[in-house]
């Protein structure tokens, strides 16, 4: 499976941003799909993640209430809504798959990754 991530960029604080993440060469549908990010001298982190109709979703207590995870399994594609965006949100997103719906929060269970998109938070 290739994932390609996209959407990322400058933004100020408060604004929003949606993500995209496409994905190829395998049955999407049949992937639980999770965003991480990273950002600059810190580990990567879980942000949220959807199962495979959609249908269950857990969030990052940092985003809760602000991002929204969604997927279009027509359009082998996962979103990452953005809103009310916070300097501290800045980081290098990353869209990953995993076959199963168990310790979604730990990037070790993610069997595909995509490249990352850039989101700059300016204050």
């Known amino acids: 499976v290739q994932l390609q991530a996209s959407g990322g960029g400058l933004v100020q604080a408060g604004g929003s941003l949606r993500l995209s993440c496409a994905a190829s060469?395998?049955?999407?549908?049949?992937?639980?799909m999770g965003w991480f990010r990273q950002a600059p001298g810190k580990e990567r982190e879980f942000v949220a993640v959807?199962?495979?109709?959609?249908?269950?979703?857990d969030y990052a207590d940092s985003v809760k209430g602000r991002f929204t995870i969604s997927r279009d399994n027509a359009k082998n594609t996962v979103y990452l809504r953005m809103n009310s965006l916070k300097p501290e949100d800045t980081a290098v997103y990353y869209c990953a798959a995993r076959r199963t719906y168990h310790s979604v929060t730990s990037s070790h269970g993610y069997d595909y990754w995509g490249q990352g998109t850039l989101v700059t938070v300016s204050s």
């Open positions: 060469g395998g049955t999407f549908s049949t992937y639980v």
């Open positions: 959807i199962s495979w109709s959609g249908g269950n979703s």
